[in-house]
Structure formats: C-alpha cells, structure tokens
C-alpha cells in the first residue's frame, strides 16, 4: 500500500486524508459473463454503511451504464453483457443508517457548542456565559 493519497472533500462533509492508496483486483458479475479490472482504491477511517464506492473511473473502466431508477449496472463482458442489480431494501437501511448518524453526529456537535453554567452557593452562577449573555440552558 502507498501512504497518503488526495484528500476528499465532501464524503462526510469534511476533509478526509486517505491512509494510502492500493491497487486491487475488482470483479463485477459471475460465471462466463464476469469481468475483472485492477482498479486503485483509497483507504479512509471514516464511519460509513459502505464497504465501496465506485466513482466514475471504474464505471469508465468497465464501460458500465448505470440506471439509477432500476439501480442497475450493465456492461460488456467477454460472454455478453452482464448486469449488477442493486436491492432496494439493503438501500433504504444504509440511507437510514447514514442519517442516523449524520443527526447524532450534528446533535454531539451542537452539545459541545453549549456554553456551560455552574451552580454556586444560593443558585448564583460561578461563570459568567461566553459571548451573547443568557446561557441557553433554562436551568442554568
């Protein structure tokens, strides 16, 4: 594996710095009709529903058309055309997976940007809030 490699911008709405980058063997379809290109794939330590995600380069190499609607790929292959269907359900429970966490995540976020108010003898606060007065916290 080679260390480092492009940064992504936008996978998780960050930036991300592969680990590095390796060259693997990538098969698409089964029996007489599968294809096999050597493909360089990015290694990142992010969170995700995904083992992989094929970009435009890999659908070029394997000169796929892709039908979102019908979430298929087809493309040739030495015994015809083979296709690669997608399955609406897996689908459905990785998007909620990702907006799961996506929500927890902006909500852990949205905690830390609190301003914290302490308690002191008779109710009193010991710290004053940061910037813009009132604490947030009704409690406080």
Do not use: W
């Amino acid at each position: 594996m080679q260390l480092g490699g492009i940064p992504l911008y936008g996978f998780i709405g960050e930036l991300v710095h592969p680990r590095g980058m390796i060259s693997l063997p990538l098969t698409l379809g089964t029996g007489p009709t599968r294809r096999t290109c050597m493909l360089k794939f990015l290694e990142v330590d992010v969170p995700s529903t995904y083992n992989i995600i094929l970009r435009r380069p890999t659908l070029n190499a394997f000169q796929a058309i892709i039908s979102i609607y019908h979430m298929k790929i087809k493309f040739p292959a030495p015994g015809g055309v083979e296709e690669v269907q997608g399955d609406p359900i897996q689908s459905h429970k990785c998007y909620i997976e990702v907006v799961r966490k996506r929500h927890k995540r902006n909500t852990d976020k949205a905690l830390k940007e609190v301003p914290s108010c302490k308690r002191g003898k008779d109710d009193e606060l010991e710290e004053e809030p940061e910037a813009g007065g009132e604490c947030p916290l009704k409690s406080c």
